[in-house]
Nanobody
Framework: QVRLMESGGGSVQAGGSLRLSCTAS????????MGWFRQAPGKQREPVAT????????DYGDSAKGRFTISQDTAKNTLSLQMNSLKPEDTATYYC?????????????????WGQGTQVTVSS
């Protein structure tokens, strides 16, 4: 059974940093591309970052460019999201997910496994 578990969320002041982790069980990081999405109350799910199967290629949503970094550690079977210069508008539940493809993707239809999410709250 595949399970993706996010951790590292919390409350932080604007300008601060958080590092989210996604630990996989029943699934090997590097099998396919993966991504981070977020959803704020009353808003649609938004792509944040995605990384290719081999970890060499990444892509970011407009709100994350220049501030967030996605990475994967195949030895620890973990996907990470380093978030710097956080803003109140980054407040959301963040989800990690795994695709069925090898390239970076923000297409929801490419994703077949999702975590339960971790809450990030940024105060001004």
């Amino acid at each position: 059974q595949v399970r993706l578990m996010e951790s590292g969320g919390g409350s932080v002041q604007a300008g601060g940093s958080l590092r989210l982790s996604c630990t996989a069980s029943g699934y090997t990081i590097g099998t396919a591309s993966m991504g981070w999405f977020r959803q704020a109350p009353g808003k649609q799910r938004e792509p944040v970052a995605t990384i290719s199967r081999d970890g060499r290629n990444t892509d970011y949503g407009d709100s994350a460019k220049g501030r967030f970094t996605i990475s994967q550690d195949t030895a620890k079977n973990t996907l990470s999201l380093q978030m710097n210069s956080l803003k109140p508008e980054d407040t959301a539940t963040y989800y990690c997910a795994a695709t069925m493809v090898w390239w970076p993707s923000f297409r929801p239809s490419d994703y077949n496994y999702w975590g339960q999410g971790t809450q990030v709250t940024v105060s001004s």
